[in-house]
């Protein structure tokens, strides 16, 4: 199982930007894909999940303002965030359940500052 993240970078606050996460080594299409994001000195938090049959769920500040989406023919999971704060200042990470185990991505950053 690999996951990598990309797409993070420095955006303005109340800007947008999209994160992608490729997945490879399982069947994509038959696992829920989740969305995490760890800022410094705090635990890893859950902020959205997606079924295999496209439903969504949003936790905390993901909720109203971040959107995932997959594409299960580019094996690609992706997280629109939109006017973004500088508390949304974190390392994204996606995240799969396969045979038990929690697998990760390196992660990818995001640094919301002007």
């Known amino acids: 199982v690999q996951l990598v993240e990309s797409g993070g970078g420095l955006v303005q606050p109340g800007g947008s930007t999209r994160l992608s996460c490729a997945a490879s080594?399982?069947?994509?299409?038959?696992?829920?894909m989740h969305w995490y994001r760890q800022i410094p000195g705090k635990e890893r938090e859950l902020l959205a999940t997606?079924?295999?049959?496209?439903?969504?769920y949003y936790r905390g500040s993901a909720k109203g303002r971040f959107t995932i989406s997959r594409d299960n023919e580019q094996k690609t999971v992706y997280l629109q965030m939109d006017n973004v704060k500088p508390d949304d200042t974190a390392e994204y990470s996606c995240?799969?359940?396969?045979?038990?185990?929690?697998?990760w991505g390196k992660g990818t950053p995001v640094t919301v500052s002007s």
């Open positions: 995240n799969v359940v396969y045979g038990g185990i929690d697998y």
């Open positions: 080594g399982f069947t994509f299409s038959d696992y829920n």
């Open positions: 997606i079924t295999t049959g496209g439903t969504t």
